[in-house]
Structure formats: C-alpha cells, structure tokens
C-alpha cells in the first residue's frame, strides 16, 4: 500500500479542520461544507442611520444616472455595442484609449490609496452589492418576514398558506426590483435611448437587447435572493486584493481586545467593580456583534478579509455599552496600531506615496483631457486593393476614411495632400461632421506616375478642421514598379 501523500503535494488525505480556529473554515459553511444561511439581525444605531441616509443619495444616483443629461448626453454610460462611453456628460471613443488607460490607472491607485488609509470602507458604505443588499433587498425582508428570529423560525416551520404568501410576496418584490435594477444596467450599457427602444419597439426586433434584460434580471435576483454576501467574500476580486494592501495603521474597524477581553457573561446586578475584580473585560460576550453581521464572521477575532467594514457591529456594541454603562467603542474604527499601542491616526510613508502617484497620474490625465483633439481621423487603404491607371493617365489608389466627431459642434473638415502634387477626392462622405458622430468614407488619391517613386511612395495627408490642422496621417501610395 502506498504511503499517504503529504499534504498539498497531490491526492491524499485532507487536513482536518479545526473549528475552533476562524481562519481554518469560512464562517459561512458548517461541518459538511454546506452553507450556512444567514440571519442577520436587523441594525439600527448612529452608523446605520448615516448609512440610510447615504443609501437614499447612491440609490439616486444609480437609477438616474443614465437618464440624467449634460450637454445632451448621460452622465454615465458605458454604451460597449456602438462603442461609446459618457462621463460627466463627455463623449469618449475607443479612439482615446491613452484616457482610458490613465482613467484606470487612476481609478486603481485611488482605490489603492483609499483601501491602504481606510481598508473595506468602500465595500460597506457605497459598494452596489452592499447598498441594494443591505439596505434594499433586507429591509424588504424584515418588512415582510420580521427579524432574525422570526426568519428562522418561518424557514423552518411547515408551508401553510401564510407562509407560502409570505415567500411569494418576497420573491416578487425581488424579483421585480431585479428587472428594475437589470434595466437599469442595460441603459448604462447601451444607453436609455436604446433602452426606451428596445421596451417600445416590436419585440422581435430586439431579441438581444430583450435576452440580455432577462439575464440581467435573473442574474440579479439571483444574487439578492439567495447568492448574497458569497458575492463579497467568494466572488468580488476587491475583497481579495484589500488583504494585500491593509497595514496596522490601515482604519478598519477592529474589536479593542484590550478592552474586551477577558470576556465574560454579566451577572445579574453585577457593580462594574466587581466585575472587573474578577479579571472580566468590557465585553460581555452576548454575541449581539456577530448575530449582526452579514457576512457572518465574530469581528472579535480580529480584522478578516470578509469583514465589509458595515459598521452593524458597532452599532450593536455600542447599545450594548450604553446598556451596561461602559464607554462606547469596544468595536470601533480604530488601526491596529492605535489599538496596540494607543498610537493616533497618521499618514504613513505608503500612503503620501500612492497619494504622490495619484496627483502625477491626474495632472497626466488633466493634460490629455485639455490636449484631446476634436477630431478623430482614421486612413486606411480599401482592403486587398492595390493601384489603377486612370483615363487621365494618372495612377489612383483608394483609402477607407473614417472620423469621429468628438465635440457638441458640427465640424467641417478637409484633407489635402501636403508632401506631393495630386487629387484628393471624398467619396460619398459628408465631411461636414455632425457633432459626436462617426462617419465614414472612401478617399480616391490620384497622382501622375512621373511624381511617384517606384513602387511604395510614402503619402502624408494634412487634415484641417475650420482652417486649423489637427491631425498629420502617413499612409502609402502604391504605384507600379519602375
Ligand atoms: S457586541 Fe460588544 S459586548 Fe457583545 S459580544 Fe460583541 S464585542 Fe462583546
Ligand atoms: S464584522 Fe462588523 S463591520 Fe465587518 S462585516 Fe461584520 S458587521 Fe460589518
């Protein structure tokens, strides 16, 4: 019989879990491996109230983005079909992929530096998931299904009429939310105009645009229905990234375990003298920070990667304190080093680092954004076409022309030949551009055979734009070999 393979050199027996260790299982998965179903309590407190509040703004945001219009277009649409995207109400093309690449790089290090100073505050406070998930798609739950207890309670008791009523209500309501929310990606996408189509016209014209809004919406309620914190601590690559940009001076929010522990119950009617006499700290171990939580981790075992930094469990600690007249704060947003050793908030060398690299990024982006021409030229030669001798006794070759109208203004344009004596003709393209238009063309150039050199002659063409030059394209005439 073969020895038994050491662990993680291949097949062979798998180490036994420990169970007692959090970081040896996710706290979301029993013995079996089988998910645990979350019930987390309903929050209330200071932080879920500025929470509400910032979620009634985001929601705003969201679902008006790609209705709301500056300059005739949207505020936000990342329209991939026609190839167009609108930012603040500016028009991109695929054209400007240096400002796409520098609006990346910008974005990443923003968030970089955002997660190095404040870890996953982005996750729990502004992120989608969390907003519609927590603030959405749960409260409906509690509305119609009560609070924790009574969920569990509801989940496993038999399915008489008023249950089944209940869980019809909820999946309805989930449901059309996600058709709702589904939609709105879809105008994000292809933008609302397209979208208004797609609803208004006859269906059998739009059968991608109608499929790709039922799979958005079954893809939605999906994931609210019964995917839900997966999406953070499996799922979303942020959450995986954040571990390798936290330090202990990074503000998350932490458990003061110095205050806390040792943890113990308190006994009724208990003085805090004598309960701290007897070596128990603040906490009082009601577990009120862990039924809370809902990605299901206990935050007192230290900063995890699943922590979304929702600050329930703050809320729920800090009643918990004000009820047994200790300080607020035993779960707070706090550094590790603060928590350690009573250190302040700082700004660490990292972070004026990135912070460095943010401002050099944006002064770049600012450069290409004020230096972005307003017209777009594309010359390429018609594909597989070579040369023709003309009537006139001239040599042509023929050219696919395609500009891009990147400003709200109709804009003339001309090309002309600059390095040597021939005819340019526009075939069939109006070249006075309507504004954040494409339009594409063919170019006959025609030039006597006597000018050209044998074969491959390099070709440069000047475009003007209301009489100032914008763009220099170099291309190739071919001609006959001499
Ligand atoms: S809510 Fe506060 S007191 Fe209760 S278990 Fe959590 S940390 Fe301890
Ligand atoms: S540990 Fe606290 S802040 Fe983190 S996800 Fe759970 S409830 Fe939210």
Redesign the pocket.
């Known amino acids: 019989m073969p020895p038994p393979a050491k662990p993680g050199s291949g097949p062979g027996p798998l180490n036994k879990v420990n169970w007692e260790d959090f970081r040896d299982h996710i706290a979301t998965a029993d013995a079996e491996g089988r998910r645990r179903w979350l019930y987390p309590t309903r929050p209330r407190g200071r932080y879920y109230r500025t929470r509400t509040r910032l979620t009634w703004l985001l929601l705003a945001v969201m679902f008006s983005g790609p209705f709301i219009r500056i300059h005739g277009n949207p505020v936000l649409m990342m329209n991939i079909v026609e190839r167009k995207f609108s930012v603040l109400g500016v028009l991109f093309w695929p054209q400007d992929n240096l400002v796409f690449a520098l609006g990346l790089l910008l974005f990443l290090t923003g968030i970089a530096i955002f997660t190095a100073a404040f870890g996953r505050l982005w996750c729990g406070w502004t992120c989608p998931q969390t907003v519609l998930m927590e603030m959405v798609f749960r409260k409906i739950e509690y509305f119609i299904e009560g609070d924790s207890v009574q969920q569990r309670v509801l989940d496993r008791s038999p399915w008489t009429a008023p249950k089944i009523a209940k869980k019809a209500a909820k999946h309805a309501i989930f449901f059309g939310l996600s058709f709702l929310i589904g939609n709105t990606l879809l105008s994000y996408i292809v933008g609302s105009d397209s979208l208004r189509q797609i609803i208004t016209d006859d269906p059998r014209q739009h059968l991608a645009g109608l499929g790709f809004m039922l799979l958005f919406t079954l893809i939605f309620y999906g994931i609210f229905a019964r995917f839900r914190e997966q999406a953070c601590t499996f799922i979303c690559p942020y959450g995986r990234f954040q571990s390798t940009l936290l330090d202990e001076n990074t503000i998350v929010v932490a458990?003061d375990y110095k205050r806390?522990e040792k943890?113990e119950h308190q006994h009724h009617g208990e003085s805090l003298n004598r309960r701290s006499a007897r070596g128990a700290g603040d906490?009082?171990?009601?577990?009120?920070?862990v039924s809370i939580c809902p990605t299901g981790i206990d935050i007192?075992n230290g900063t995890q990667m699943e922590c979304v930094n929702c600050t329930a469990c703050i809320d729920?600690?800090d009643e918990?304190m004000d009820k047994v007249g200790r300080p607020r704060g035993?779960?707070r947003f706090a550094s590790l080093n603060g928590i350690e050793k009573g250190e302040p908030i700082r700004v660490t060398p990292r972070i004026l680092g990135y912070g460095a690299l943010l401002v050099a990024l944006g002064v770049g982006l600012t450069f290409l954004l004020l230096t972005r021409s307003e017209v777009d030229v594309t010359l390429l030669r018609a594909p597989g076409g070579l040369f023709q001798a003309t009537p006139a006794g001239k040599i042509s070759n023929l050219y696919q022309l395609r500009l891009t109208n990147k400003t709200q203004q109709r804009k003339p344009v001309e090309l002309r030949l600059s390095n040597i004596d021939g005819f340019l003709t526009v075939l069939g393209g109006d070249l006075n551009l309507p504004p954040e238009r494409q339009t594409e063309a063919m170019v006959l150039v025609e030039i006597a055979p006597e000018r050209l050199a044998s074969g491959n002659t390099p070709v440069i063409v000047d475009v003007f734009c209301s009489g100032k030059r914008v763009d220099r394209i170099r291309t190739i005439f071919i001609g006959p070999r001499k």
Do not use: S
Request: net charge positive.
């Open positions: 458990y806390g943890r906490c009082i171990d009601c577990f009120r920070c007192r729920a600690c918990v035993l779960i």
